[in-house]
């Protein structure tokens, strides 16, 4: 098959689209890259936005195959005097993004350290990759390959950091690879860490494999910046109808916030029932939208940073309660 482009993304799965980097290597995508979107507003957003959370290179070998991992550093701090949010001071902790790329052979996951490198196959091999969640990287091929079908159905999920990965260190553990698996679907992750409710998150895909079901996971991160309540509901009012507005039939489920630490306090908008309140309410003037309970599905002693992020404990068990809720498209 060579290292061509085309033919790279032919194999990834999750994967929306992808980018040539100038050393050869490409990078899978799964935002497109267009103007205004908020991802690139904030040094943070736009390295978080570039990694290839959830996307997974599947072939078999037909010969011994290189694939090439070249990892690259982008700045997460806005610069000084930049008027934007200090994500660092508002998390108030240090931020875990240590993790791994994860290699599958014959069924067979292992881990491997986050390196520029080589990975070498031999022939006659199932190779699953697992790109990282919260890293940039490039990837290039060199041998006789043949592509692993893709699924025929699409899940979208939308969302803040735990959609994308933060707190899982082993991205074939993560909530969409473990949602892909038990539903038997594609999954397009665009999980944003730092990410609050906002309609311009919302982008009109085009994909072989159609858009069937959407899931929504916002919000917590709103409740400790935003003021008033009535701003959460205008937000998530505009969000479903800019979703409404690219995909006017497929059903949408909204999972309000998950369980944290310090759900008790109250926040300048309210209490954190108030805001999943609004966020629910808002979702009452478009039709084939249905709501998951957060806090229902939440394991209240599975977090991997004490306090927001759940561990791989907590995601399994959100992705096994979660997937017979998410309804699709016929």
């Not at 205004?36 to 072939?59: D, E, V, W």
Request: aromatic residues 6%; contains cysteine.
């Amino acid at each position: 098959m060579g290292n061509e482009h085309s033919s790279i993304f032919e194999l990834a799965h999750n994967a929306l689209t992808y980018r040539h980097l100038e050393d050869g290597y490409i990078q899978l995508l799964r935002f497109n890259e267009s103007d205004g979107q908020p991802f690139n507003s904030h040094p943070f957003y736009q390295a978080m936005a570039k990694t290839s959370a959830s996307i997974c290179l599947r072939f078999d070998t037909k010969s011994e195959t290189v694939v090439h991992i070249k990892r690259y550093h982008q700045s997460l701090l806005a610069k000084r005097g930049g008027q934007v949010l200090d994500f660092a001071a508002l998390y108030g902790r240090p931020l875990d993004l240590s993790e791994t790329i994860d290699v599958s052979i014959d069924g067979q996951v292992s881990h491997h350290p986050l390196v520029s490198g080589p990975l070498v196959f031999q022939a006659g091999r199932a190779i699953a990759i697992h790109l990282p969640l919260h890293h940039q990287v490039g990837v290039a091929l060199e041998g006789d390959v043949t592509s692993v079908a893709k699924q025929k159905k699409t899940l979208l999920l939308m969302g803040d950091s735990i959609v994308q990965g933060v707190g899982i260190h082993h991205p074939s553990q993560n909530l969409a690879s473990q949602l892909g698996s038990i539903l038997g679907v594609q999954v397009i992750n665009q999980g944003l860490a730092g990410a609050m409710i906002n309609a311009k998150l919302v982008q009109k895909l085009e994909l072989d494999q159609p858009v069937a079901s959407i899931l929504v996971s916002l919000g917590t991160n709103d409740w400790t910046i935003r003021q008033t309540l009535a701003e959460i509901r205008g937000e998530m009012f505009a969000l479903l109808g800019r979703i409404r507005k690219f995909y006017p039939k497929v059903p949408v489920l909204l999972l309000t916030p998950l369980y944290r630490t310090d759900i008790l306090q109250e926040k300048p908008m309210g209490s954190f029932k108030e805001l999943a309140r609004a966020m629910v309410q808002a979702t009452r003037c478009f039709a084939g939208v249905e709501v998951a309970d957060g806090l229902s599905l939440s394991l209240r002693d599975a977090y991997d940073d004490q306090f927001l992020h759940p561990d791989h404990r907590g995601i399994s068990f959100l992705a096994k309660s979660l997937a017979p809720l998410i309804p699709f498209q016929r």
